[in-house]
């Protein structure tokens, strides 16, 4: 990508399945004052433009935006809402940088599910009001419908979907932020209670809450910000088809064509051998192969064998949710990509402490916005600028 | 890079806005879309990116309603992203668009901004209570009606205007609606009949407030070397500028939209704007009740404090004035879907700048206009310039 950004400043809240004593704003807040710090920022008014990623719904507030700016130190700057994944935020930066007319970028999202009662209705409200809600069905039984298929299609096996959530919990114990680090059997996995079959309860990440806040800023603020920026080599965002009838079910284009996009923005000819670790949406144990496979890392039905034979754990060939991912840490929703990114940028500045991987010059990190859309982000993180 | 200049407005469409659709928001979307693609005799094809605009997901009642009306967008297998600002989305999102472009990173982006209110029964004025904070204002149960009341006495007791200054707006708009052909309101009215309208809530009256609607409008930009060769007449998006103030809508003085000014200050900037007065031929604020086209004239260096209102009673922002103001009919006579409202705008300054405004066109040569929206809390200002 040429005309680089670079993440200058991270800033995040201890992820926790229930925050009773803080509102998102003081989440949020504390977050800021981190990044704004780890950036070097001598005052937030250094800031040009903020963008938060939200949702209304899952907020509990129509037109949510009205809430972003006072927290951030955005009050009476250029500030707006994407509905997104954190990851659709970066690029939305890297973006407004690229305009020229932006040197410095704040980018937002926060999760505090521990508010949401009934999150299985709200996102019954994502699917389409005439065709697929007077059906009544719950919206992980899509994700089951999508697992089904993946299996049937790709040859993989519930065991890889089991061993998945394994790694992941077994990753998590390395990784002060996590929640959900277990030390499990494939037959505690496939045991777990049943959901939607064939999914199992084990194979579904738990929400967490948490805030994060990045600063993104051109080549020439960043290295005077901070030694070691973190640069953005490519973003790639795609939607396949919102409506259940119509979507690839055996392609995943989604992670496929954003994949492609990022690689292309990253000059990467063959992601297998020029990417070191990747950090992919796990919410459901099958998504981590999926996407994986769609991403190209892996050829169809060659990710779970993969992960049997060691690849994707952190001293494998493919390290893969070294973070422990969605499933070890906790799902943040739309917030996820935050999870992804503080891991890139650790891995990458080498303060990863004892999951720090032999070899993190770049990494991959990718979001989904989950059931029941068709919605995914890459975005190529890199020690090197282009 | 500067963005200015860089990308320009190739095509534009929209739907009738009305009180009830019958299409649902996806053919609402579609139709717009179809339009703005045979304006400038394209395919989806040739469309890199989509963005999407819509205001809050309780209108149609769709969680994630970007998601939703993606493919209805033309979206299907594009990169898509759904941005928001409140009211202030329907110009926002062309300013999306440009971001878009002018980084470098597309060619071709369409931007689509949809609003289907009448969903929400009885009246979509109940979503609107759901936006004021769940803790400290919620429980009063305030609606819009009441706190744009609040603002626009605040503005009237600051400079000493009054409800009939302020009805000339209502006249001029719905007046110049009639001839919109996609218009929910325009009709013939006196100032005595706006003055003589149902109070709503002091000072508001009915025909000083804009209807809820349901529509759609679609744009399509494209950077230098595209839009020359999709159009003879690309019209250049000269300037942008977006700026949010403060949640606490209370502890500021509402008789100013100093949000405003900073939006607008940093179009002009990046247009090389020194004298808009001067230099703006024609303006589009965002006008959902009266008194808010005076304010918002007045940020954005239109007219001086508290004078815009005298701008409207003499006739200058008349379709034939110096500084022709909505001449597309505003809000509040061609209708208010909130996020189509304020693109509906920006396609009336692209067909007026074309000379395509037909029976609306302003006379002489136009050269750059200003469309400009606002919302969420009284914060958000949301200003582009464009140029032929």
Known sequence: ?386 | MSGKDEVAIVGAGMTKFMRRAKETPKELCFEAVRAALDSAEMTLDDIDCVIHGTAPDAFDGIHMKGEYLSDGSGAFKKPYMRGYVGGGTGVFSPIQGWYHIASGQFETALVVCEEKMSSFQPHPQGAFLTIFDNMTERPLKPNLLWIFALEMNRYMQTYGITIEDIAHVSVKNKNNAIKHPAAQLGKEITLEEVVNSEVLAWPVHREMVSPTSDGACAVILANKKRAKKITPKPIWISGVGWNLDTSYWTNRDLAYPQYVENAARLAYKMAGIKEPKKQINIVEPYDPFAYKECHHLEGLLLADKGKAPQLAIDGVTQRTGNMPSCPSGGLLGVGNPIAAAGLMKVCELFWQLRGEAEARQVPGKPKYGLAQAWGDLMQVGTVIIVRN
């Open chain 1, 1 to 386: 990508m040429s005309n680089s950004v670079a993440i200058v400043g991270m800033g995040y809240t201890s992820p926790r399945p229930l925050t009773p004593e803080v509102s998102y704003k003081e989440m949020i807040y504390e977050a800021a004052i981190k990044a704004y710090h780890d950036a070097n920022l001598p005052s937030h008014k250094d800031i040009d433009g903020f963008v938060t990623c939200a949702e209304d719904f899952i907020e509990g507030t129509s037109i949510f935006d009205e809430y972003t700016p006072d927290q951030l130190g955005g009050v009476q700057k250029p500030m707006h809402t994407i509905t997104g994944d954190l990851l659709h935020g970066i690029a939305t930066a890297v973006m407004n940088i690229q305009t020229g007319q932006q040197d410095i970028v704040v980018v937002e999202a926060h999760s505090k599910l521990s508010n949401v009662k009934s999150l299985d209705h709200i996102t019954h409200y994502a699917t389409d009001p005439i065709l697929t809600r007077p059906l009544n069905v719950n919206p992980h039984a899509f994700a089951a419908l999508d697992m089904q298929r993946f299996l049937h299609v790709s040859k993989n096996t519930l065991k890889h979907c089991a061993e998945v959530v394994i790694k992941n919990k077994r990753n998590a114990f390395k990784n002060d932020l996590s929640c959900h680090a277990q030390n499990l059997t494939v037959q505690e996995v496939l045991d777990s209670e049943e959901t939607f079959r064939p999914l199992t309860h084990l194979q579904k990440a738990s929400p967490v809450d948490g805030a994060f806040v990045f600063v993104l800023a051109n080549a020439k603020k960043a290295k005077k910000l901070n030694k070691k920026p973190i640069w953005i080599r490519g973003c790639g965002w795609i939607s396949d088809s919102p409506s259940l009838e119509t979507r690839a079910w055996d392609t995943c284009d989604y992670a496929k064509l954003s994949g492609q996009m990022a690689y292309r923005q990253a000059k990467i000819k063959n992601p297998k051998t020029q990417i070191d670790f990747f950090e992919i949406d796990d919410t459901y144990a099958f998504k981590e192969l999926q996407h994986l496979e769609a991403l190209g890392i892996y050829d169809k039905g060659k990710s779970g064998n993969a992960l049997l034979n060691g690849a994707l754990d952190p001293d494998g060939a493919m390290p893969t949710n070294v973070s422990g991912g969605t499933l070890g840490v906790g799902t943040f929703h739309d917030a996820s990509g935050g999870l992804r990114t503080v891991e890139m940028i650790k891995q990458l500045r080498g303060e990863a402490g004892p999951r720090q991987l032999k070899k993190a010059n770049t990494g991959l990190a990718f979001s989904w916005r989950g059931v029941p859309t068709t919605s995914g982000i890459t975005v190529i993180y890199s020690r090197k600028g282009a």
